[in-house]
């Protein structure tokens, strides 16, 4: 029973949710600010990890709906790197395709408007991706995404 943390990374916010202990509930945080320096941005995304005893990390994965590395796909591996360089917790990517429009649709459904809720949008997509690896460790009993220290060859 552990608490987990994912990731949306966006070029001016990250979207962040966390998990339950028991990995059955996910929750938005309040998004964080991306400084211009990756390395203060982790140390916020540190102070979240530490304070909510979170063990294990989920940064989204932006390949395209091809299957296509593009530039966001490289901003949020460079950015996993440097968070698993800076943390002892793993950091695992999951594919994140179509969680914004999921989000979105999800929050046109409660009512909310997505347009006027941009930071929300942002931990509302990290929700979903938290809840996608959730599902898949639930179903598959093992790791979900590409562990971000393999990549790295640590």
Do not use: H, W, Y
């Amino acid at each position: 029973m552990v608490r987990k943390l994912a990731i949306d990374v966006g070029r001016s916010r990250l979207g962040i949710a966390i998990s339950d202990p028991s990995g059955i509930v996910s929750s938005p945080l309040d998004s964080v600010v991306r400084a211009d320096d990756d390395s203060q941005t982790v140390q916020q995304i540190l102070k979240i990890v530490v304070d909510n005893g979170v063990e294990e990390i989920f940064v989204g994965d932006p390949i395209s709906l091809s299957g296509e590395q593009t530039a966001s796909t490289a901003d949020a591996r460079d950015f996993a790197a440097v968070l698993q360089t800076a943390c002892r917790v793993p950091v695992r990517l999951i594919d994140e395709r179509l969680t914004t429009v999921s989000a979105a649709r999800n929050l046109r459904d409660s009512g909310k408007n997505a347009k006027s809720s941009k930071g929300f949008i942002d931990s509302a997509s990290a929700v979903v991706i938290l809840e996608s690896a959730l599902q898949t460790e639930r179903v598959s009993g093992r790791a979900a995404g590409i562990a971000v220290g393999d990549l790295l060859g640590s």
